[in-house]
């Protein structure tokens, strides 16, 4: 069994249906927008493609329908669309969070309400006291779901999109103001603002915002370090992300930057991590080089394993255990596998060494050093002890 060969028929291909949405589904979908009064659309999941998110899109913005998108899934929609108003999980804005607290109406396309986008699910009411909710999902839910739902469409993203692309109101729709109103508070939330650090990340990801092409693949691990990415960056068309939803913690070098960089030699990969979550697997920088790859990673370094000492504060202020990390010179490390390394202590350096990186023609890596105990635009250990130890 270990050493003959032999020889095998191919397994077939398993079906994967598609789904479908019918006239009656269509038509029940206009009625509930046509009560609604706050409706809020939320993308998510899997199974997308280029005609399902410009379809999605096309018909969200006839309906001025505000658009929010699942954890880590920022590149469902174009973030320049007027509809699009931020994304919940993880770093999410609270006008946001707010949006779904007072929706009448929630259309959830690939996803279904879990427990990152509903912080842990508390901004929707499990009583049936909630809003109307449609689910346009690939496959059936399993029997009684935390939030069931009024209309159930058992439909892939992009048979969705074919279905609802010429769904357009009679008249202008109630909420049209509202939506201006969400996506004026996004484009605030995005925008950096004024640090005292002398490495201003928010800064950081607005300049690489306006440098990166368009076809740009960002990717990051499990951590902290991914606010900065999933809020400064607009996820434009073409752009792609590539990141874990389960806490996978050293994922985004091998697993995503790594492997788009060798399976898209033509496309920039940028790769954000956290000091702790390149040292789970950075030494794959050695498979990059070998395979003549070049992704720009970014080490966002502040000598902590930030989200479990961000939960340290927030429940024990002060009894700290096992999150302080004693780095190497990452810039160096990565000279060392043959990439291209840089060190970057503030930000009127930045601009220099980011082009340095990406004419290299190899691997790349950029330490940012910040200071130690930066946990999130913001929030730093010292403001969530002081807000936490007499609670």
């Given at each position: 069994m270990l050493t003959d060969t032999v020889q095998v028929p191919d397994a077939t291909p398993l079906p994967v249906p598609a789904g479908a949405v019918s006239a009656a589904e269509r038509d029940r979908l206009a009625a509930l927008l046509g009560a609604a009064e706050r409706p809020l659309l939320l993308l998510g999941g899997s199974r997308w493609t280029g005609r399902a998110r410009a379809d999605v899109r096309e018909w969200a913005e006839a309906?001025?329908?505000?658009?929010?998108?699942?954890?880590?899934?920022?590149?469902?929609?174009?973030?320049?669309?007027?509809?699009?108003?931020?994304?919940?999980?993880?770093?999410?804005?609270?006008?946001?969070?707010?949006?779904?607290?007072?929706?009448?109406?929630?259309?959830?396309?690939?996803?279904?309400?879990?427990?990152?986008?509903?912080?842990?699910?508390?901004?929707?009411?499990?009583?049936?006291?909630?809003?109307?909710?449609?689910?346009?999902?690939?496959?059936?839910?399993?029997?009684?779901?935390?939030?069931?739902?009024?209309?159930?469409?058992?439909?892939?993203?992009?048979?969705?999109?074919?279905?609802?692309?010429?769904?357009?109101?009679?008249?202008?729709?109630?909420?049209?103001?509202?939506?201006?109103?969400?996506?004026?508070?996004?484009?605030?939330?995005?925008?950096?603002?004024?640090?005292?650090?002398?490495?201003?990340?928010?800064?950081?990801?607005?300049?690489?915002?306006?440098?990166?092409?368009?076809?740009?693949?960002?990717?990051?691990?499990?951590?902290?370090?991914?606010?900065?990415?999933?809020?400064f960056l607009t996820y434009r068309d073409g752009w792609r992300q590539l990141a874990p939803r389960n806490g996978s913690m050293g994922y985004g070098i091998p697993a995503a930057a790594v492997a788009a960089a060798i399976a898209e030699p033509g496309r920039q990969v940028v790769s954000v991590a956290g000091d702790g979550c390149f040292l789970m697997n950075g030494q794959e920088l050695a498979t990059a080089v070998a395979e003549g790859a070049a992704p720009l990673v970014l080490v966002l370094n502040n000598s902590t394993y930030g989200t479990i000492r961000q939960h340290q504060e927030q429940s024990y202020p002060g009894r700290v255990s096992g999150t302080g990390l004693v780095n190497p010179d990452f810039a160096a490390l990565a000279r060392a596998f043959g990439a291209h390394g840089e060190t970057v202590t503030t930000f009127d350096a930045f601009p220099a060494a980011l082009e340095r990186s990406l004419a290299s023609g190899t691997a790349a890596l950029i330490e940012l050093k910040v200071t130690d105990g930066l946990l999130a635009p913001g929030v730093t250990v010292d403001s969530l002890r002081e807000e936490h130890q007499h609670v």
């Open positions: 309906w001025s329908l505000p658009v929010t998108v699942d954890f880590r899934c920022q590149d469902l929609v174009v973030n320049d669309s007027e509809s699009y108003i931020g994304a919940l999980g993880y770093g999410r804005a609270d006008a946001v969070a707010e949006r779904v607290r007072v929706a009448d109406l929630l259309i959830c396309v690939g996803t279904a309400p879990g427990d990152v986008c509903t912080d842990g699910f508390t901004l929707l009411p499990t009583d049936g006291t909630g809003p109307r909710l449609v689910q346009a999902l690939p496959a059936p839910q399993p029997p009684a779901p935390l939030y069931p739902a009024d209309l159930a469409l058992l439909a892939v993203p992009e048979a969705f999109g074919v279905a609802v692309r010429g769904l357009h109101p009679d008249a202008a729709v109630p909420w049209g103001p509202r939506t201006e109103q969400d996506r004026a508070a996004h484009l605030e939330f995005r925008t950096p603002v004024p640090d005292d650090d002398p490495l201003n990340l928010g800064a950081v990801f607005a300049h690489l915002d306006a440098r990166l092409p368009h076809d740009t693949v960002v990717t990051f691990g499990a951590g902290n370090h991914a606010v900065w990415a999933q809020r």
